[in-house]
């Protein structure tokens, strides 16, 4: 849920870390993870060490069995919130200045 708060609130951030980087020459892998663990040693064991070693990319087992996405954080991901924010706000400005200056 993190990555796409970040996406929908903020101006610089991106989901990458729930959908991927979805681009040419980027293999994306889910992983049911915390943002740390992906360094624990049990895991630069099983998936960096191969990786970088023999350029074998090992596949997730926890993607094939994967939850389905969920529809509230599809809709999410694509909410420009953070601009719909910035809109209200200067109509909200616009309507106190229009009730200030005109009297």
Known sequence: VYPVLAKCLSWGYGDTGRHGF???GVDDRGHNFRHS???DEEFVRQFWKPLIES???VPSEWEENA???S???GILSVLPIQWMI???AAVA???LAM???AK
């Open 93 to 95: 400005a616009y309507l």
């Open 99 to 101: 009730a200030v200056f």
């Open 86 to 88: 910035c809109g209200v």
């Open 67 to 69: 939850p389905s996405p």
């Open 55 to 57: 350029d074998t990319l």
């Open 22 to 24: 979805n681009q040419y």
């Open 71 to 73: 529809w509230i954080l």
């Open 37 to 39: 663990d992906f360094f």
